[in-house]
């Protein structure tokens, strides 16, 4: 029996991640954790990398998390979570342990596409049972908004700032949510916060499924997206929108896109509330704005692409 | 019932992990631990033992995949060498950190570059400083009581500490030597159930594991470490007694050989042990009053007892199979540390030997006694820090 998802509902069950955590007011990537916990019925382990989510919710002797909760390293959440699975079922099989548990990852963009994508995929690869969240903001945000290969073409970092000889970061993002699906693991999904049901939804069915599950959503960040500190919904939705953030789902390597917008709004307005993209408006910089549309289009349309071929795109 | 039975040191330390059975087990292919993780494998492909595997990607996941295991509850091993151990570093001081009991042999190999896949014990020293307890054998015999011992003094309430088991890699981990097992039953009732402490996977009473520390805390964490190291003395004694009753073979935290009139003594790790009491037989039979010491607990090094026995003595000549390159072997300065607050001072010399699995031959070891009775009668000339037979 899984959790309504009715606001209602939602609003009186209890929260795994207590306030009083220190993550910055608007931050996103509390948001969606929240949403995550409060999506799963069963009792949960959490393990999370070093990063934001990590230093602000265990500070000694302060703890925000009521349920199980580990951190090991940067670079290793994947593999931690290998243990403490593998320990589980070990105990099982002798009888020691016998509750279900749901063994979830919570990592940033810096700890899955990067120093963390060994650990990850060969996780995925071995078929722990681990349902593995990466919130997405884009950058190495805990330490002060370094570029990340998750990090999209153009944006102003600390390590790529908008320089008259290199304008921002000049590479594009990585497409991991497509390197996970090439694993060929039982699911895969993108979701954003500012479309709560659809992303509970993908929760409670990646939960419900055994094996490896990966779910890249999006987690806006004002201090590095040098945006309004109250707009991190209001531009997760434009990500959506613009289709810069697709909402889908790959099933057994089928894709479904759980969400297309009724028209496609241009990347620009996902970008123009986002300091990080301010120097688009330099007359010397249009080309900047042209090339991340033409990406966003080209993704766009792969994706549809593979929603009908009932496979996903490489 | 104990059997004699004829091995390599890897089959031992397999034998050894399998008559313990541990809970999880993960492991990443390296030589020359190969062969101890493919023994055990067959083992657990065979059902002769219920240990759940975790083939890893990499040895930092097979520490980090530890980690994750041993803070979940249970009973957990990997093994590694050489490079290996180099990249587990980082998560070699977090699984001492959270004072997990992991067990893991450590078949030591040279580190790169120029790449090297035989013996000699930068990898383990390279992580002397990582809150690991460190216990080294000289045989295969030594590496499986060792490791049998090591679960022990690893899970004791006192100590909640991780083990690595030193052990010669080919010279060790690929001969075949002569040694005993002990009975099933009898390994299964000394290392006895793992008793789990602040498990993660106790739902009703949620832990958080690996909080951030700040300043006002570490210094005083890290204190209690310390503290927890210092109990491994008593600890490791208390477990050798206990498993001399199942073996008959007495450990101690260290092994003195034809100490008792000794004027000079060689000091030396693992496997070059062997070699060197042959020759000190020898110089023994020409009337050279010589000895050796060889270390068996080398984190914590038991300073005061050590330092206690060479005190009287005119001259040590430590061996050490490593460098730290621009000063001296890990050994040499942990037996000048040991003497140095004692009155008498025996004069030291350091031998740098056996590097990416050079023999040590009984000319080398008979090289330091040289070197070493020379200093003892009073030889000025002699270099206090050298490499043994050096090729033209």
């Known amino acids: 029996m899984s959790v309504s998802l009715k606001l209602k509902d939602l609003s009186e069950k209890e929260v795994l991640l207590s306030s009083g955590h220190r993550m910055c007011a608007g931050c996103g990537a509390a948001i969606v954790v929240k949403m995550v916990l409060l999506a799963i019925d069963k009792p949960v382990v959490v393990c999370s990398p070093t990063g934001c989510l990590e230093v602000t919710t265990c500070i000694s002797d302060y703890t925000s998390w009521k349920t199980p909760w580990i951190h090991s390293a940067f670079e290793n959440a994947a593999a931690t979570m290998s243990g403490v699975e593998t320990m589980y079922r070990a105990l099982k099989k002798k009888g020691r342990i016998d509750k ?22 060969g996780a995925m690869e071995r078929g722990h049972d681990m349902l593995y969240v990466c919130y997405d903001n884009n950058a190495y945000m805990n330490t002060g908004i370094q570029r990340s290969s998750a990090t999209p073409f153009g944006a102003a970092t600390t390590t790529t700032p908008a320089g008259s000889a290199i304008p921002g970061k000049m590479q594009h993002r990585k497409n991991i949510a497509m390197i996970m699906a090439a694993h060929d693991i039982p699911y895969v999904a993108q979701a954003a916060p500012s479309h709560y049901k659809d992303l509970m939804r993908k929760i409670q069915k990646a939960a419900a499924v055994k094996g490896p599950k990966f779910l890249n959503i999006l987690s806006p960040c004002n201090r ?42 241009p990347v620009e307005d996902f970008l123009k509330p986002q300091g990080r993209f301010a120097h688009f408006n330099k007359p010397e910089n249009e080309w900047l704005l042209k090339k991340i549309q033409q990406k966003v289009d080209r993704e766009w349309d792969n994706l549809i692409r593979a929603e009908s071929a009932k496979g996903f795109y490489n | 019932m104990n059997v004699a039975v004829a091995v390599t040191g890897n089959d031992a330390m397999a034998h050894a992990l399998k008559q313990i059975n541990p809970d999880v087990c993960a492991a990443y292919p390296i030589t020359p631990q190969t062969d101890l993780m493919q023994r055990f494998s067959e083992f657990v492909s065979d059902g002769e033992i219920d240990t759940e595997l975790i083939l890893v990607e990499s040895e930092h996941s097979a520490m980090s995949a530890c980690i994750g295991a041993a803070a979940a509850g249970g009973r957990v091993a990997t093994a590694t060498s050489g490079p ?68 022990r003094i690893a899970e004791h309430p006192d100590i909640r500490l991780p083990v690595m088991v030193c052990m010669d890699g080919f010279i060790i981990s690929h001969s075949i030597c002569r040694m005993e097992y002990i009975a099933d039953d009898a390994v299964k009732n000394f290392v006895g159930w793992f008793k789990e402490k602040n498990a993660l996977l106790d739902i009703e009473n949620p832990v958080s594991y690996g909080p951030l520390i700040l300043t006002d805390q570490y210094h005083e964490y890290k204190k209690i470490q310390s503290d927890a190291m210092e109990r491994v003395f008593r600890v490791t004694t208390d477990v050798a007694a206990e498993f001399e009753k ?28 062997g070699t060197s009491k042959d020759v000190v037989d020898e110089a023994r039979d020409r009337g050279i009053k010589v000895g050796l010491l060889k270390p068996r607990l080398f984190r914590p090094f038991p300073h005061k007892q050590i330092g206690k026995i060479l005190q009287h003595l005119k001259a040590v000549c430590v061996l050490d199979r490593s460098d730290s390159f621009g000063a001296y072997g890990p050994l040499f300065t942990e037996i000048a540390a040991s003497l140095y607050n004692y009155g008498g001072k025996p004069r030291l010399l350091n031998r740098i030997y056996g590097l990416g699995g050079r023999d040590f031959l009984p000319k080398d070891a008979l090289l330091a006694i040289e070197a070493v009775v020379a200093a003892a009668e009073g030889k000025t000339d002699l270099a206090l820090k050298e490499y043994l037979s050096i090729r033209g």
Not at chain 1, 226 to 255: H, K, Q, Y
Not at chain 2, 246 to 273: C, H, P, Q, W
Request: proline share 3%.
């Open chain 2, 84 to 151: 290996g151990l180099a990249l587990m570093w980082e998560m070699l001081y977090v699984a001492s950190g959270m004072r997990l009991p992991i067990v893991m042999p450590v078949v030591n190999r040279a580190l790169s570059a120029p790449l090297n896949i035989h013996c000699d014990h930068s990898d383990a020293m390279g992580a002397r400083d990582s809150g690991w307890i460190q216990l080294w054998s000289e045989n295969a015999q030594e590496a499986y009581d060792n490791l049998i011992q090591a679960f």
């Open chain 2, 246 to 273: 199942i073996s008959g073979r007495k450990y101690d935290l260290f092994e003195t050989y034809r100490m008792e009139d000794a004027e000079t003594s060689l000091i030396v790790l693992n496997s070059a042990a």
């Open chain 1, 224 to 265: 590095g997206w040098r945006s309004r500190i109250d707009d991190a919904i209001t531009l997760s939705r434009l990500a959506v929108e613009t289709c810069t953030w697709p909402l889908f789902e790959i099933e057994n390597g089928e894709t479904t896109i759980t969400y297309k917008p009724k028209k496609k709004k």
């Open chain 1, 100 to 121: 279900e548990i749901t063994f979830v990852v919570f990592a940033g963009d810096g700890g899955t596409y990067d120093i963390g994508f060994q650990s990850l995929s």
